[in-house]
């Protein structure tokens, strides 16, 4: 199928560290998204899940298979290539955030747009607007350490969407905070997957969060046991909410 | 990412840690300040001693009478009456010798008005002032015609025109010698201490013949005490040596196995041996210095590695956002130099100042040399450079994820 946005074929990752004898953290995952999905990654600690979103996001490479983005194989990129890929098509949001704590909010989010060469009148326009977007418009000067941990989180989903990425990769963004700022930035999310027509791949372990996704792939030792649509689950969910 | 970009981001990085950056800072600063405030006073103390050395004058030998004994009892050199006008005039001719100052010295009392000091007469002839390398300051030398009809002139040292005159203008005034009345004809100019520490300011210069013949009344006409004699160059000076010692036994009928009745000496050794002397503290100084730059240099790398190796994760956000490697290594690298050059500068800045200071505070000599202040700045900037680089290539060469992992 080509033309499709993302497709992997037989994807493995072993890493070297591993014990002999360990099964390897990705084995024979073959997928595709289109543009404009939703999809939320589940799966147990050590199914993968994590190791699938970093190659997916070009922050490490697979061992085995193959991984086409927009029709072409990545394998072949060059590392300035790659790094171009996450700067301009790309958006990262994490579980710790990751912001540079020396830097005030509105540095933070314009960070990409100094390594895609923006104009510093550009950038700090466009850190602005973006801020304002995600409802911190008054905090750009503030250093991350100032803000809590949901503001914290709505400046790195600022960051992310400073290049107009076609692909948001949220490694458990709502793992560090409580449940009502969890559903603000997820509702956040799921507003501008409808809005913008961006891609976001979401891991997480909790149904709950996953249930704002529209597409589900769940992950076990390493493969995939399930993919298919979300479905709306009422509460027994929260059992599985306290499993690591 | 366009350059100046990189510059405001590796500038804003260094501002964001004010006290790391202050401390790479700071060992730069050291190890510069004090590669540039030891040599200042190494090259002064070098300095000082060679204006001494060079205050002597120039390939200058110096030949003493003999000595006398009276029975069992032997005189110092200087006290035989054994060298004459006659010799100094032999000497003059010979092809290794530039000039020759025959001396007599003496100890007097001056006098002006109310004032008197006591200080060293040195009769002279007008080679004098051309072999000690000393200029008149104000008025005229003693001329061969002073010489030739011994007349009652004097040239003050600095010291003593000091002791005697105050403010006032001495040339022309009549000074008294030993109570006979001498006319100033000039001023000599300020010499400084010579090698012993004695001031060589604190002494009047007369005709040769007046001290002879009127001021210290000698028993043995023509004789003088003793005699610079400046060779032709500083290699000429171990050949004049020779010839004087071969002449000198000529004329004074010395038999071959009997003993000088004169002494020669080569003043240029003296002066080599201050000089070495001065260039190997000159030399420790440095040394000591360059061991300073060392312990900096050592402190750089240490807080780069330091720095580095804790923004590991920082790395991994950046290029997790798409920062290529050359723009992580570009980024330390200029901050590496931002330090460098910062810490350089203000290192030589105190350097200086320190010298200025030591310099007063201890009375001494201080001298810089722009070479040496790069020098110094080179060697830790290429330092720092070189030890933020490397662990800044490592980090770069990380997979995004690694370095993301990073704690």
């Known amino acids: ?244 | 990412m366009n350059p100046l970009a990189v510059v405001r981001e590796a500038g804003r990085s260094l501002g964001a840690n004010k006290l790391r950056t202050g401390l790479t800072m700071l060992g730069m600063v050291i190890g510069v300040a004090a590669v540039v405030l030891m040599l200042a006073v190494g090259t002064g103390a070098q300095n000082q001693v060679n204006r001494a050395v060079g205050s002597m004058g120039s390939n200058l030998l110096v030949i003493l009478s003999g000595s006398t004994s009276a029975g069992t009892l032997r005189m110092g050199s200087g006290n035989a009456p054994t060298l004459t006008t006659g010799d100094a005039e032999a000497i003059a001719r010979l092809p290794a010798v530039q000039a020759v100052a025959p001396t007599f010295p003496g100890g007097a009392q001056l006098a002006y008005g109310v004032n008197n000091w006591g200080t060293q007469v040195l009769g002279v002839t007008p080679e004098y002032l051309s072999v000690r390398d000393w200029p008149v300051e104000a008025g005229d030398p003693i001329s061969e015609t002073d010489v030739r009809s011994s007349t009652r002139v004097a040239l003050l040292g600095a010291t003593v025109v000091e002791k005697l005159f105050d403010t006032e203008d001495p040339v022309g005034k009549t000074i008294r010698i030993r109570g006979q009345p001498f006319q100033v004809i000039g001023v000599l100019k300020k010499k400084g201490q010579s090698l012993d520490g004695r001031d060589q300011d604190d002494s009047v210069l007369v005709p040769i013949t007046t001290a002879q013949g009127k001021l210290f009344g000698n028993r043995f006409p023509g004789t003088v005490r003793f005699m610079f004699v400046q060779a032709v160059s500083q290699a000429a000076t171990a050949t004049a040596e020779h010839e004087i010692t071969l002449l000198l036994r000529q004329r004074h009928r010395i038999q071959p196995d009997a003993d000088d009745d004169f002494t020669v000496r080569n003043l240029t050794q003296a002066a080599e041996a201050a000089s070495a002397t001065a260039r190997i503290l000159s030399l420790m100084l440095g040394a000591i210095g360059s061991i300073s730059l060392v312990v900096g240099g050592i402190g750089i790398m240490n807080i780069m590695l330091v720095s580095v190796t804790e923004r590991t994760r920082e790395i991994g956000i950046r290029m997790a956002i798409g920062a290529r490697r050359r723009d992580v290594l570009l980024q330390f690298l200029l901050e590496a130099l931002m330090i460098c050059i910062v810490g350089g500068l203000v290192g030589i800045a105190l350097g200086v100042a320190g010298a200025f200071a030591v310099g007063k505070a201890m009375q001494i000599e201080v001298a810089f040399s722009a070479s040496v202040m790069l020098v110094a700045f080179a060697v830790s900037a290429a330092t720092g450079i070189f030890f933020g680089f490397w662990p800044a290539r490592r980090a770069a060469g990380l997979r995004p994820v690694e370095a993301l992992r990073y704690e």
């Not at chain 1, 591993?18 to 099964?23: D, E, I, Q």
């Not at chain 1, 989180?153 to 449940?179: F, M």
């Not at chain 1, 930035?185 to 909790?206: A, P, Q, Y």
């Open chain 1, 1 to 244: 199928m080509a033309g499709r946005f993302i497709e992997v074929e037989g994807l493995g990752k072993q890493y070297e560290a591993a014990a002999p004898g360990t099964p390897p953290a990705l084995q024979g995952v073959t997928l595709a998204i289109g543009q404009g999905e939703f999809v939320a990654v589940m799966g147990p600690s050590g199914s993968g899940k994590s190791t699938f979103m970093n190659i997916v996001g070009l922050l490490d490479t697979p061992t085995a298979g193959a991984y086409r983005l927009n029709g072409k194989d990545v394998a072949g990129l060059s590392t300035d290539e790659l790094a171009h890929v996450r700067n301009r098509v790309f958006g990262f949001v994490f579980q710790g955030f990751n912001l540079l704590k020396r830097i005030s909010a509105a540095e933070n989010v314009a960070l990409p747009m100094v390594y895609s060469g923006t104009g510093g009148a550009e950038r700090r326009r466009r850190a602005q607007e973006l801020l304002a977007k995600v409802g911190l418009g008054a905090y750009g000067d503030a250093l991350p350490a100032r803000l809590s941990g949901g503001q914290q989180q709505r400046v790195a989903i600022a960051r992310a969407l400073a290049n107009h990425p076609q692909l948001i990769l949220a490694d458990e963004p709502t793992g560090n905070l409580d449940t009502q700022t969890s559903n603000e930035i997820m509702d956040f999310l799921t507003s501008l997957n409808r809005e913008t027509g961006v891609t976001i791949l979401l891991v997480t372990h909790e149904n709950d969060i996953a249930q704002y996704a529209r597409r589900l792939i769940r992950f076990k030792d390493g493969r995939v046991v399930h993919d298919g649509p979300v479905t709306r689950e009422p509460q027994p969910a929260a059992r599985e909410k306290v499993a690591p």
